[in-house]
């Protein structure tokens, strides 16, 4: 069996196994689900410490496990694969030039992603991170704060001026669309990834998000992404996030600075 016929054959067994799973859910969903958390002015109440459980980390797009540390032998060192959270056909609808910037980008991903360097993820990147992310709804403003790099942004859900300069989390303004809250980011400097695959895009970045309460513990979150600079065309993500449910759960350090220094700064030793 070819590496592509074995890959295709993964896939088809576990989006079969993801059908058998949606058909479970809708069986007895609507007993389970109840009704979502809402706030005093009537609105879901987002509020809480949400994860994604995906491998969109490594890749938002389809992909086979990979060896994904060239400097890690063994399965320590390997990527899993997954199905993708990119909307229609699974694929970035890049420019051919950006195509080429992303294999870059990969082949030096050690050294060049942006989360090895502990730099701040971006977003949508912060969302399906292998970390929880809290959510702190207020009437005018919803805080979220992320574990990874104690990244954190404020959702305005008043009208504000636009930034006046281009950052790491960009500038979000929010609105209700129904229970659905959307959430429109601008104002990016350009500098984070998507993924550890180096999937990329400029500073010209447009996404608006939507986070959807479809039960009392899943939200729904879908991001429509637009760079002329870099895609042909707009595109979307999709992928649950799911209520950690631990008793006691907080959001911990990851001071992820002292693992970045070597890396950083090793050049900047002392040489005997």
Aim: aromatic share 10%; hydrophobic share 40%; net charge negative.
């Amino acid at each position: 069996m070819t590496e592509r016929r074995s890959l295709k054959v993964r896939i088809g067994a576990a989006a079969a196994a993801a059908a058998l799973c949606a058909l479970a859910l809708g069986a007895t969903g609507q007993a389970q689900s109840g009704e979502f958390p809402r706030a005093s002015d009537g609105r879901p109440d987002l509020s809480g410490i949400w994860q994604a459980v995906s491998s969109a980390h490594w890749n938002i797009e389809p992909h086979a496990a990979y060896a994904a540390r060239t400097d890690v032998t063994g399965a320590i060192g390997a990527a899993p694969g997954g199905l993708g959270i990119v909307g229609g056909n699974g694929l970035i609808p890049y420019r051919p030039e950006a195509i080429a910037r992303r294999q870059e980008n990969f082949e030096n991903r050690r050294t060049e992603d942006p989360e090895a360097k502990c730099y701040l993820p971006g977003v949508p990147r912060a969302t399906y991170m292998p970390f929880p992310f809290q959510i702190v709804q207020g009437t005018n403003k919803i805080f979220i704060a992320y574990e990874f790099a104690s990244a954190n942004r404020v959702i305005h859900m008043t009208p504000v001026p636009e930034s006046p300069v281009d950052t790491w989390m960009g500038h979000s303004v929010g609105r209700w669309d129904g229970d659905s809250l959307v959430v429109d980011v601008t104002a990016f400097n350009g500098q984070t990834w998507f993924d550890r695959a180096g999937n990329h895009h400029s500073a010209a970045l447009h996404v608006v998000e939507r986070y959807t309460p479809m039960t009392p513990n899943h939200i729904q979150y879908e991001a429509t992404l637009e760079d002329a600079n870099t895609f042909t065309r707009p595109w979307s993500i999709s992928l649950p996030l799911y209520r950690r449910m631990e008793e006691n759960m907080q959001l911990l350090e990851f001071r992820c600075v002292e693992f970045s220094e070597e890396l950083l700064y090793g050049h900047l030793r002392k040489r005997e």
